[in-house]
């Protein structure tokens, strides 16, 4: 009897040792604080994949999830800034930004002072450093309902088509672009009987979908998973004219969506791509950090595939995009790995 009263003493001592060794390993942990967005999108979901893999290091990443959203995702890291929560956000973290995620163009864009920050007081952010660069590929993608008989947008204006028009998020402006290649806008297609649109609605009822997409669960690209799948759709290829265009202009490039990408998709269609999810900070960013970030994401890449998008790591590109300068610790590391001559 005594024995196990003993033996029940030393137990809860050893658990309550483990308790008292696990909160000071934490408090003892270095904080920073990640700007993404909810866990479930692109620029969260590798949030939470850097939070995990930085725990191994004595890193604590506190994740701001109301920190994405196009370009104001690099407006907040560069200014260092947590925003507000909204009345659907969790508790954001207090304290600066220490370092983000955004796609590639965006923080390309972000440092030239191009296309979506152009008319930004700030200017260009040439404080914005990188950090690594992981792939994540999506595809442009236009498709029609197999019964609508359109083998080429050309037809909307040469017919007046009628036709309604589903995109996603923030390819509403793209989707225009890609209508003015054909000398449409936005009020020649209602003039028709026809519009263009992002809602639930037009989701349901549209004859044309475009926009990037990938086989990816998350919110910019789950539309093209659900409706491929309850959708009879024919895929158009776009003119190289304007694929060159759209390349030249936002720095994309030319690949083809593969075989099968989606149900329907019989066979590879040559079209405009994107890939890079950016993770990246300022130059006022402790070298410490930026070293060890590009380290553990290196050290510990298989963990990039368990998430809901489709990431990949490759020493060739990680450590580049586009111009936008290294951070020198991130710099170092590549360099003592052998990855940037």
Not at 121 to 128: S, V
Not at 297 to 316: A, F, G, I, K, R
Request: contains cysteine; proline residues 5%.
């Amino acid at each position: 009897m005594r024995r196990t009263h003993l033996m029940f003493i030393c137990g809860v001592l050893a658990i309550g040792m483990l308790s008292v060794s696990a909160s000071l390993a934490q408090s003892s942990a270095k904080v920073a604080v990640f700007g993404g967005s909810g866990p479930n999108a692109g620029w969260g979901s590798i949030g939470v994949i850097v939070r995990e893999i930085m725990k191994l290091y004595d890193w604590d990443v506190q994740l701001c999830s109301a920190c994405a959203g196009a370009e104001r995702a690099a407006r907040l890291v560069a200014a260092a800034a947590v925003p507000a929560a909204g009345p659907n956000d969790p508790p954001q973290p207090k304290g600066r930004l220490d370092f983000g995620a955004t796609g590639a163009q965006y923080l390309w864009w972000a440092y030239q002072g191009t296309h979506g920050f152009a008319k930004d007081t700030e200017g260009p952010r040439k404080q914005l450093r990188l950090i690594a660069n992981v792939q994540s590929p999506s595809y442009l993608v236009v498709a029609v309902k197999g019964g609508s008989g359109i083998t080429d947008l050309a037809q909307i204006k040469e017919k007046r088509l009628p036709v309604h028009i589903f995109t996603l998020m923030r390819d509403g402006d793209l989707a225009l672009t890609i209508l003015n290649y054909y000398g449409l806008t936005k009020e020649a297609l209602e003039s028709f009987g026809g519009s263009i649109g992002t809602g639930a609605g037009d989701r349901k009822a549209f004859d044309i979908m475009m926009g990037f997409a990938a086989m990816d669960n998350m919110p910019e690209y789950e539309a093209w998973v659900d409706v491929t799948q309850r959708l009879d759709l024919k895929y158009l290829e776009l003119p190289q004219e304007l694929r060159t265009k759209l390349v030249r202009e936002f720095d994309w490039q030319e690949q083809k969506i593969p075989l099968g990408l989606f149900r329907g998709v019989d066979h590879p269609i040559p079209a405009v791509v994107r890939t890079g999810t950016a993770l990246y900070g300022r130059a006022d960013m402790a070298d410490d950090l930026a070293y060890t970030l590009a380290k553990a994401l290196d050290e510990h890449q298989d963990l990039l595939q368990w998430s809901n998008v489709t990431y990949s790591y490759n020493p060739h590109t990680v450590w580049k995009a586009f111009g936008v300068p290294l951070h020198p610790g991130a710099e170092r590391y590549y360099r003592e790995r052998g990855y940037l001559k």
